[in-house]
């Protein structure tokens, strides 16, 4: 009989290997509702594949290095300190420039791909399924959303594909990140893609219909998680929804939460432990949001919030 760490290492293998099946399975269903169309990933051409193949490959011994010497800050040096909070200048993922390169840039879609075992873009897909409850039926030209985190643009090019007359921003931190996000968005209108930080949201309050956070809030410390929900109901609108797609936490799927703690240390995410145990339901109520719903999706969970 094998013992409970290869009895665990054997589940993860298997879960892993299902994911895309899952994913494809999932996608197709929604596809045959109605709720979004067939997808492009929109990833490119086999050249450009290849090199940004080329580009994760090329710093994986990088990463190796930084990860057994948990060398973890070598972006924070005294031309970035002061222009990003000090949360933000670390080597997430220890990948090589943090989130403040053009090399980083483009070689983190397949970073997250291998990660996520080809199910990155599906997983972020699913964002789609409570934001179809909301707009379905009405003049999507009259509707505004906001995607906060919004990295190199996959989730809104998913979004745009749905909705491509409704008028979407999306603001990053990271220059290098939203110069992507352009280039990867140009064959779209009505949407916008600014640098700004999720602390002091850049529009009006009671201003959007629907905003949407991907894979963030596992990378914020806990009093900005705080900050930043505030932010996400001081801009909706009453009726309004906030959509979050990230990380499963402890308990979600009990058969995972081994991998989920051991994931911080393997990929230096110095704030997932405690977004694991983190109670959004409680930060969404004391910011003026009612908890609707979540829904596990794959290794990830969409949780779904309206604004009272």
């Not at 399975?25 to 050249?47: F, R």
């Not at 996400?232 to 081994?258: C, M, T, W």
């Amino acid at each position: 009989m094998a013992d409970p760490v290869s009895q665990f290492a054997t589940r993860l293998a298997y879960g892993a290997r299902q994911l895309p099946r899952v994913a494809w399975y999932i996608g197709h269903a929604n596809v045959e509702a109605g709720i979004y169309p067939l997808p492009a990933d929109h990833d490119g051409t086999l050249p450009v594949l290849l090199a940004r193949s080329r580009l994760f490959f090329e710093d994986l011994p990088e990463v190796h290095h930084r990860r057994e010497r948990r060398e973890v800050r070598q972006v924070l040096t005294a031309h970035t300190r002061g222009k990003r909070p000090n949360y933000y200048l670390q080597n997430f993922h220890f990948q090589s420039g943090g989130w403040l390169t053009e090399a980083s840039a483009q070689r983190y879609d397949t970073q997250v791909e291998v990660l996520f075992n080809g199910s990155a873009n599906a997983t972020r897909r699913q964002a789609l399924v409570p934001l179809y409850e909301i707009f379905a039926g009405r003049d999507q030209r009259r509707l505004k959303l906001l995607d906060v985190g919004c990295g190199t643009g996959r989730f809104l090019d998913s979004f745009k594909q749905a909705w491509p007359r409704l008028p979407a921003l999306g603001i990053d931190l990271s220059e290098a990140y939203v110069a992507e996000a352009k280039r990867h968005l140009k064959r779209w209108c009505w949407i916008n893609i600014a640098v700004a930080n999720g602390e002091a949201l850049p529009v009006k309050s009671d201003s959007q219909d629907a905003v949407t956070s991907i894979f963030m809030l596992h990378e914020l410390p806990p009093k900005v998680r705080r900050i930043v929900f505030r932010e996400f109901a001081r801009v909706l609108k009453p009726g309004g929804r906030l959509v979050v797609v990230d990380s499963l936490q402890i308990g979600d799927e009990p058969d995972y939460d081994g991998m989920l703690e051991l994931f911080p240390r393997n990929y230096h995410e110095p704030y997932y432990n405690s977004y694991l145990r983190e109670d959004f339901r409680g930060i969404a109520a004391a910011s003026g949001l009612t908890h609707i719903r979540d829904v596990n999706a794959f290794f990830s969970k969409v949780m779904a919030f309206d604004k009272r």
